[in-house]
């Protein structure tokens, strides 16, 4: 069974940084895309950055410049640099992928999903 582990979350300090890793394990045929949502209290869960199995990067506005994400296809594992942070970056950090385990069909949305690893941001 497919499972996706996060670590790194933490508390800091505003414009601090932080680097987050969330690793696939379990049997999986193909690695289509895989991304990170986070959550703030009382706010809706809200794409942060993907990236797809040929390297393609895409950012939400506020993140961009500030956070990288990037992948070890060998281990099966995303990143997220996270540089300068702000108050308003306090959220819960989701890692999610779009995860083949029998074809070579991508599905069109994330299958499957981490626990969440939580960012705490003070000033």
């Known amino acids: 069974q497919v499972q996706l582990v996060e670590s790194g979350g933490g508390s800091v300090q505003a414009g601090g940084s932080l680097k987050l890793s969330c690793a696939a394990s379990?049997?999986?045929?193909?690695?289509?895309?895989m991304g990170w949502y986070r959550q703030a209290p009382g706010k809706e869960r809200e794409l942060v950055s993907t990236?797809?199995?040929?390297?393609?990067?895409s950012y939400a506005d506020s993140v961009k410049g500030r956070f990288t994400i990037s992948q070890d296809n060998a281990k099966n594992t995303v990143y997220l640099q996270i540089n300068s942070l702000k108050t308003e970056d306090t959220a819960v950090y989701y890692c999610?992928?779009?995860?083949?385990?029998?074809?070579?069909?991508?599905?069109?949305?994330?299958?499957?999903w981490g626990q969440g690893t939580q960012v705490t941001v003070s000033s």
């Open positions: 999610a992928a779009r995860l083949s385990v029998r074809t070579f069909h991508c599905p069109n949305d994330y299958n499957y």
């Open positions: 990236i797809s199995s040929d390297g393609t990067t």
């Open positions: 379990g049997y999986i045929f193909r690695r289509c895309g």
